[in-house]
């Protein structure tokens, strides 16, 4: 999963706060593909995005979670006004067609105090 | 949902073969077996994947039976890096949104 870059690696926000994630795919790759992973559970879907288009957005919260690939510069998942239950690690992963293997980043582990 | 039951956990021994279980007796005809592992608190890593017929690359082999029901991800001389959270997978063909259940806590034992 080499290539895949996500940062912060590490973010503290207080509650009320936005928080900002931000992915940047291995090169060449044009599908960036977000999940979720709360404590001590596995990693939920959220959203599936090819450069500027939102493909499927079915595993994002209705509200507060948004997010965007650009056609210049990384993934950006947003969250407004977080929660402590917004808790989690986020990991971003991406192919270079959506029929093959997906690679992930290391993800970024988001804690609201 | 996941479609794929795997065991919760399991040990194997260090330089040996590790075979990890894994049954969807629902898959359908289009739909791929994937594995992914997850090592404490990094991203998940794509292992391998088939559709039918055995599959082998460098980090392991893929055995998928006949009726294609269940398969069987082979770790050929498990090492303690190798120590994980394995998820066996079943995608659709052009799907790239993985259901990643609760995967097997594979523990390679010195």
């Known amino acids: 999963n080499a290539g895949v870059m996500q940062n912060p690696r590490h973010l503290v926000r207080r509650r009320g706060q936005e928080a900002r994630l931000r992915c940047s795919p291995v090169k060449g790759h044009s599908h960036v593909y977000w999940y979720r992973q709360l404590p001590e559970e596995g990693l939920k879907f959220m959203v599936y995005?090819?450069?500027?288009?939102?493909?499927?957005e079915s595993g994002m919260p209705k509200e507060r979670f948004s997010a965007e690939f650009p056609k210049e510069g990384p993934s950006i998942l947003r969250i407004q006004q977080v929660v402590r239950g917004d808790s989690a690690a986020y990991f971003c992963?991406?192919?270079?067609?959506?029929?093959?293997?997906?690679?992930f980043g290391q993800g970024t582990r988001l804690t609201v105090v | 949902d996941a479609k794929t039951t795997q065991p919760t956990s399991m040990d194997c021994a260090e330089g040996r073969a590790a075979n990890l279980p894994c049954n969807h007796s629902t898959i359908s005809g289009n739909e791929y077996v994937y594995w992914y592992r997850q090592i404490h608190s990094q991203g998940p890593q794509y292992i391998i994947h088939g559709l039918k017929n055995n599959e082998t690359n460098e980090m392991a082999s893929l055995i998928i039976t006949e009726d294609r029901k269940s398969s069987t991800l082979i770790l050929p001389h498990a090492t303690l890096r190798d120590t994980a959270v394995y998820y066996c997978?079943?995608?659709?063909?052009?799907?790239?949104?993985?259901?990643f259940g609760k995967g097997n806590q594979v523990v390679v034992i010195p």
């Open positions: 995005l090819q450069k500027e288009n939102i493909i499927d």
């Open positions: 997978i079943v995608r659709v063909d052009g799907n790239n949104r993985l259901a």
């Open positions: 992963a991406s192919s270079r067609d959506r029929a093959l293997e997906a690679f």
